[in-house]
């Protein structure tokens, strides 16, 4: 099983900042990375696949890069809706495997 | 727009199952995996497994032979159940669509319609 950690678990910040947000693999997954967002009491919701691609609908403030076992999310400027918690999935083999998330806090 | 509801029993006993259905509207059915994921209560996502229309199935094996996932193509719907359930099956319960999202890196497979999510709460 491919074990994925995300780094920091918690990260404070403000309306406005970069926000930088990491997930590691225990091995090699090429780029078949794909992020979520959730908010408290809702389901997760689609950001970005293939480590760097957009899903539909997504503001390009969010982006993503990384290749291997090291994956970046950034937040170019925090808006008020972004604070929620982002997991990182692999999708590279099974069982598909969440990173523990990490959740970004005002 | 396409919504998946799902419904099913949320307080369970040690020892019972659990049965989940999941119902598609509003969208193809066919050519789509369908999927379950779980939440534990303030902890984070474990994929439970995924059925295609055709009945292909991949379960998560950590949950040995307890989980089966089977679908119902004649009225768009997919159902779990998790036999012996005990309290560490406590969670909220997503039913939801894996899509094949394309890209000029390939296509690649994630989630990108989710259900409402159930609460299921295992207590004696």
């Known amino acids: 099983e491919i074990v994925l950690t995300q780094s920091p678990a918690i990260l404070s910040l403000s309306p406005g900042e970069r926000a930088t947000l990491s997930c590691r693999t225990s091995?090699?997954?090429?780029?078949?990375l794909v992020w979520y967002q959730q908010k408290p009491g809702q389901a997760p919701r689609l950001l970005l696949y293939?480590?760097?691609n957009r899903a539909t609908g997504i503001p390009t403030r969010f982006s993503g890069s990384g290749f291997g076992t090291d994956f970046t999310l950034t937040i170019s400027s925090l808006e008020p809706e972004d604070f929620a918690t982002y997991y990182c999935q692999q999708r590279f083999n099974w069982p598909i495997t969440f990173g523990p998330g990490t959740k970004v806090d005002i | 727009q396409v919504q998946l509801q799902q419904w099913g029993a949320g307080l369970l006993k040690p020892s019972e199952t659990l049965s989940l259905s999941c119902a598609v509207f509003g969208g193809s059915f066919s050519g789509y995996y369908w999927s379950w994921i779980r939440q534990p209560p303030g902890m984070g996502l474990e994929w439970i497994g995924e059925?295609?229309?055709?009945?292909?199935?991949n379960y998560n094996l950590s949950l040995g032979s307890r989980v089966t996932i089977s679908v119902d193509t004649s009225k768009n719907q997919f159902s779990l159940t998790l036999s012996s359930v005990t309290a560490a099956d406590t969670a909220v319960y997503y039913c939801?669509?894996?899509?094949?999202?394309?890209?000029?890196?390939?296509?690649?497979?994630?989630?990108?319609?989710w259900g409402q999510g159930a609460p299921v709460t295992v207590s004696s």
């Open positions: 939801a669509r894996d899509d094949s999202l394309c890209s000029a890196a390939g296509c690649l497979r994630a989630i990108d319609y």
């Open positions: 293939y480590a760097s």
């Open positions: 091995q090699s997954i090429n780029n078949y």
């Open positions: 059925i295609s229309h055709s009945g292909r199935i």
